[in-house]
Structures are given as structure tokens and as C-alpha cells.
């Protein structure tokens, strides 16, 4: 994520995000270039069970999701999970990929070019204002409800039924 990084050192220097703004990163296992100014900003925890990681998504005030454009066409779990706990989700994706795509139709965020520095400033302004005014994003919960696991797993049994196998 190091043009989110680059992103947010630059609001947080420039005054526009409150310097005790807080970047919480779960699971990742890579190491990962910090600029100096936001290293304190920055917490990093092992690999948690699903249930944890539900619950501190939940914690946060906004979820982002780092999407490589080597991986276009592909849903991850993670943005399902996301979707279910009603935060805004900032997805750093091709904007021409089916997770911006979801994002839009059901209203549950903002995608930025991962490699775009600006507009990932303005998205992260944008998260940021959501929450200082304490707004809701009007979500679409009728197609939400499409992308539960339980959904998608009876989909997947209803295709299965349907095949002569």
C-alpha cells in the first residue's frame, strides 16, 4: 500500500487529517515502506481469526481495501466481510474492476486508482469528512443482502443442483 501511505503522510502532513489519525493493519505479512512522518500512526497485528477481524472491522471508522490490478476480475472475501458492517469501504482497485463496480451499486464506498497518490488524498478526505459529520452512507441493502455468505453459498448449491453431473 505504498501509495496510500504516500497519501496519507501527505494529508497528515499538510494539516488536513488530524496527526493522530490511525492506520490499522491486520494479517499482513509483508514488510512495508512507512513514511517516517506517519510510522507512529501505523499499528500492524498478526494474522487474527475471522471473528476477530470482524470485530475490529467493526472498530474502525473506515475500511480500506488494497485490490492489485494483477488480480482484476476477482472478488476477495475480505470485501464481503466489509460490506456487512455498514462502514465506508475505500477500495485502492481498477476502477474499471467488479469490486469498484460492487462498491458503486450498492452505494458502500469509494474506489481511488490504488497508484493515483491525489485521488486517494481526496477519497481519504472524503472518509474523513463522512466521519467528522458523523454521516451514513445511503447503502443499498437489498443487493448487500446478494453478497452474505449464506447467499452465495445457497447460489452456489442452487447451480450445482441445476448441473447433470
Known amino acids: 500500500p505504498c501509495h496510500w501511505f504516500e497519501a496519507f503522510s ?8 488530524p ?9 499482513n505479512f509483508k514488510k512495508l515502506s512507512i513514511p517516517e512522518n506517519i510510522r507512529a500512526n501505523v499499528f500492524q497485528t ?5 471473528a476477530e477481524a470482524i470485530r475490529r472491522a467493526l472498530e474502525a471508522d473506515t475500511l480500506v481495501l488494497v485490490h492489485p490490478k494483477g488480480r482484476q476480475g476477482v472478488y476477495t472475501g475480505k470485501v464481503f466481510d466489509y460490506l456487512a458492517t455498514n462502514k465506508p469501504i475505500l477500495a485502492l482497485c481498477d476502477p474499471n474492476d467488479v469490486i469498484a463496480k460492487l462498491l ?11 497508484a493515483d497518490v491525489e485521488a486517494i488524498k481526496k477519497m481519504i478526505l472524503r472518509c474523513y469528512s463522512i466521519w467528522k459529520n458523523q454521516e451514513v452512507l445511503p447503502r443499498d441493502w437489498d443487493r448487500i443482502r446478494q453478497y452474505t455468505r449464506k447467499k452465495q453459498v445457497q447460489n452456489l448449491l442452487d447451480y450445482l443442483s441445476r448441473q447433470k453431473l
Open 19 to 27: 496527526p493522530d489519525s490511525r492506520i490499522d493493519i491486520v494479517g
Open 46 to 50: 498478526a494474522e487474527v481469526d475471522h
Open 104 to 114: 458503486e451499486e450498492t452505494g458502500a464506498g469509494f474506489v481511488a486508482d490504488e
Open 10 to 17: 501527505g494529508l497528515v502532513a499538510a494539516g488536513d487529517i
